[in-house]
């Protein structure tokens, strides 16, 4: 097997990807239907999952969208739900889904703090607290849970998304405490700054007057490997933690950030 896995680890198994009609959550769909998992992708945005399920469906992959949001304690169930009876099971899970908050604390509002908690903590809370009870039944599995690099470290103007991506890794290796006697492992992955359709919006609402494109670069240019991350990359690791490669890790927070933490 290569280093990236093989063409079957998942061949038989069934996922649910929140967050998964862009960015990081629609890549990891992607290599999942590639790798013989059978996928529910989940989210808000019908006309994305779409555009992924037909994706998988003509790569000769099996998926079926599910619109939910995850904020909602009916929606988590509900795509549990669709997992179980569409496929008889749910054996691994990513949960991707939430938005990012720019702005200092001190001019964040209320409102502003509560989505952005809500989209990103709670909706991983809501998702693994039905996850974990499917994956249990089906004998055991695996769950990575995506938080980021402002889930290790503070950076300035952005104070709600890191309380909440801080809150992701809190949660995930509490849960991992919790599921390993069911034989259920559960990680995060810390992504670096990633070229994915939440970057161009917090670039054209921080940034007036830059491209994407031009601080994409700007940012690359800080990094040790040069330049940001392609979703992919992101997908590639958050595959090997559900995967037989990382039988013997569970409670981690893999940092995936072209080594902008280790300085």
Known sequence: MSSNGSAADFEGQVAVVTGGGSGI???????????????????????LLDE??????????VAVAERADL??????????????????????????AGFAGVGTLVDTDERTFDAVIAANLKATWLAMKYQISAIAAAR????VNVSSRSG?????KGSAYIAAKHGVIGLTKSAALETGS?????????????????FDSIVEQAMPG????DAATMFGSKLPLGRIADPVEIAT?????????ASFITGAALPVDGGSGAG
Do not use: Y
Request: no cysteine; proline share 4%.
């Open 25 to 47: 959550g629609r890549a990891t769909a992607l290599l999942l239907a590639r790798r013989g998992a059978s996928v529910v992708v989940a989210g808000r945005r019908k006309a």
């Open 52 to 61: 992924v399920v037909l994706t998988i469906l003509e790569q000769g992959g």
């Open 71 to 96: 904020t909602r304690d009916a929606d988590a169930q509900a795509v549990v739900r669709r997992a179980v009876e569409e496929f008889g099971r749910l054996n691994i899970a990513v949960n991707a």
């Open 140 to 143: 055991g599995g695996a769950i």
């Open 152 to 156: 290790l470290v503070g950076t300035p």
């Open 182 to 198: 069911l034989g259920i492992r559960i990680n995060a992955v810390s992504p670096g700054t990633t070229r994915t359709m939440q």
């Open 210 to 213: 830059m491209s994407p494109d």
């Open 237 to 245: 690791a958050i595959v090997w933690l559900l995967g037989p490669g």
